[in-house]
């Protein structure tokens, strides 16, 4: 099932193309609205999910790099091992391999993951986030759905 690696690439191209977009043409902290209760606002994100551990000090970048690298492994190797009729746990596992990957280069270049997507609803902002960590969100609930029998083949 290593055939699904092409979805994993684009989620990477996809995530790294946008982030290198976001940093060349806005500052840091610019936000730009683009529909009601849609920004995109760039800043700089050191922790993980929703910032945590940000004010960590430094540290939080190696093992978060660490946890993006293991867990990259682990799903190439899951996805080598799955069975042909397997695709929508294919389709999943690729999405977040290639999510996991576009944070983990920019952890590893940078030091800190580029966000820049802003969903809000009045005054309260869900944390910005980008395209790697939409895709691992995606790929996730793609992940429940399959555990739940959708896309498996009635014997």
Do not use: C
Request: aromatic share 12%; charged share 10%.
């Amino acid at each position: 099932m290593l055939k699904w690696l092409w979805l994993s690439l684009l989620a990477l191209v996809l995530d790294q193309g946008s982030k290198l977009l976001v940093d060349s043409t806005m500052s840091l902290y610019q936000s730009i609205p683009l529909i009601p209760s849609f920004n995109l606002t760039y800043v700089h994100n050191t922790g993980a999910a929703f910032s945590f551990l940000s004010e960590a000090g430094g540290w939080q970048r190696w093992l978060f790099a660490g946890i993006a690298l293991s867990i990259s492994i682990g799903i190439t190797v899951w996805l080598a091992r799955l069975q042909k009729q397997e695709t929508l746990l294919a389709a999943a596992l690729s999405l977040v391999l290639g999510g996991a990957i576009g944070n983990l280069i920019d952890r590893l270049a940078y030091g800190y993951v580029i966000d820049f997507l802003d969903v809000y609803y009045g005054t309260w902002h869900w944390p910005a986030f980008n395209i790697a960590d939409a895709a691992i969100t995606l790929g996730v609930m793609l992940m429940l759905a399959e555990s739940f029998g959708l896309g498996r083949t009635k014997i």
